[in-house]
């Protein structure tokens, strides 16, 4: 192998240690108060964090969600409503609300469904997570 071949190999391999370091699983448990769970999620470029929610089915759940950073446009949905979950909000520097109660057990997808022109859409570049709805 010659020293360009290896040191292709060698890029390509950090190529993906990165893009795997962008795709770490941040993991929160919906805190439960007053019946009511609880869950914080902020966006940036290009992330959702936490980027995996837990929560319980039938049980009322109230999430905020914000963006940091800079003037990018983010979004924040769910599309699932045939679990009881549809959000669809695009996110602001202040802390939005949403309420909704989950009704099926499940893995449901979170993404930003923004895109600049010909570039790869947010979700691509790792700004997506899951909301597991658990038993
Ligand atoms: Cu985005």
């Known amino acids: 192998m010659n020293i360009t071949r290896s040191l292709l ?3 390509a391999l950090l190529l ?4 795997n370091l962008s795709a770490e699983e941040k993991r929160f448990v919906a805190e439960l108060t007053d019946g009511v769970q609880h869950v914080e999620i902020v966006g940036g470029e ?3 964090d936490p980027n995996v929610i837990v929560v319980k089915v039938n049980t009322p ?4 969600v914000k963006k ?3 003037f990018v446009p983010h ?3 769910v599309s699932a409503p045939e679990a009881g979950i549809d959000i669809q909000i695009d996110l602001k520097s202040d802390w939005q609300v949403a309420k909704f109660t989950a009704t099926k057990v499940g893995i449901y997808p979170i993404e930003c469904r923004r895109r600049l022109l010909w ?3 947010h ?5 997506k997570g899951t909301i597991e709805v658990i038993p």
């Open 9 to 11: 190999l060698s890029f």
């Open 16 to 19: 993906l240690f990165v893009a």
């Open 46 to 48: 290009y992330y959702f």
């Open 61 to 64: 759940v109230e999430l905020k």
């Open 68 to 70: 940091v950073g800079g």
């Open 75 to 77: 979004d924040f949905i």
């Open 119 to 121: 570039f790869k859409s």
């Open 123 to 127: 979700k691509d570049r790792g700004m």
